[in-house]
């Protein structure tokens, strides 16, 4: 192989490498997000309030 080729090779492997590192830590950072319990919406985009749910809405989806 080259010269010219293998250090082009060898820049694109690196940059790869970059990369993965990135996605890695970016796939960290998902993960522990995910962690943290996010609160319901108390009103809809608008502004209304959402009405809460009756209490068999609840039961309904423990089940």
Request: aromatic share 4%; no cysteine.
């Amino acid at each position: 192989m080259s010269e010219p080729v293998q250090s082009l090779l060898s820049q694109i492997l690196e940059e790869q490498r970059k990369t993965n590192e990135l996605l890695l830590m970016l796939i960290q950072a998902m993960a522990e997000e995910s962690q943290v319990e996010i609160a319901e919406p108390s009103v809809y985009l608008s502004g209304e309030v959402i009405p809460p749910e009756p209490p068999h809405v609840e039961w309904v989806r423990k089940r």
